[in-house]
């Protein structure tokens, strides 16, 4: 379903200058961790989804060993250092921005922390991505034809996706609580989204009764709420890796 483009051009560095202070506070390490590795641990944690964590993972790693070529460590890292392993990265322009980003992010928690004194990413601007989105929008002939070739759950998760806006994620994640029915048929999804965002989005009768089909029985009120909507045959709650595969497959 999804292509990534490679071919992309080399990376443009660009750096923003601000008036150095006249004098540096001696701040005191209040991280507590011991070393390069503690720190990105300790910032890892303050991140929500565990899909964000391991996306930070994979870009802090390439730094960090980027950085120990050089001989250097996060607290020892120059600007110099921050500059040449954004002039080393390749591929499409948004992962490239998202590596960068991470450092800086963790460069900033570092010396929010005490552990380093120098922020030396800050100075470091991420590469524009352009905005593809006119491109990555499936054409409602496209959507009608995945909707009549599909059944079951896969036809209500695709439902769900395109009437309510929501990422695969999204969906994955949502249980029988965040599905609100109204009086006239119609409903109200809850879904959590990146950086614990919550939005509250109304589908339509038709839609909402497609899903609620997938609901199973019960004769206690209440039973099912902290229940997936999307489940696999075993009854595991479908992710979003497995979804993906499936509606590929169509």
Request: charge should be neutral; charged fraction near 20%; glycine fraction near 6%.
């Amino acid at each position: 379903m999804l292509s990534t483009h490679s071919d992309a051009a080399p990376t443009a560095l660009v750096i923003t200058t601000t008036p150095a202070p006249s004098s540096l506070a001696h701040v005191e390490d209040r991280s507590g961790a011991a070393d390069d590795s503690g720190l990105v641990d300790l910032w890892l944690s303050t991140k929500g989804s565990a899909h964000t964590r391991r996306a930070y993972a994979a870009d802090v790693d390439a730094y960090l060993e980027h950085l120990t070529t050089a001989g250097r460590t996060l607290r020892t890292a120059t600007v110099a250092d921050v500059a040449s392993f954004v002039a080393s990265l390749s591929g499409a322009a948004s992962s490239r921005a998202r590596r960068v980003s991470s450092v800086k992010s963790l460069h900033t928690f570092a010396q929010r922390t005490g552990f380093s004194t120098f922020n030396v990413a800050a100075v470091v601007e991420a590469p524009k991505v352009p905005n593809d989105l006119a491109e990555r929008i499936v054409d409602e002939l496209d959507v009608r034809k995945l909707l009549d070739a599909s059944s079951g759950r896969l036809h209500a998760l695709l439902r769900l996706l395109y009437a309510a806006g929501a990422r695969i994620s999204e969906a994955c994640a949502l249980r029988w609580k965040h599905v609100h029915v109204s009086p006239d048929g119609s409903a109200s999804v809850t879904l959590h989204g990146k950086g614990g965002k919550t939005r509250h989005v109304r589908i339509s009768a038709e839609t909402a009764t497609v899903l609620s089909a997938l609901r199973p029985l019960s004769e206690l009120p209440g039973e099912t709420d902290e229940a997936p909507v999307f489940v696999t045959r075993s009854g595991a709650p479908l992710n979003a890796v497995n979804a993906t595969k499936e509606i590929g497959a169509l």
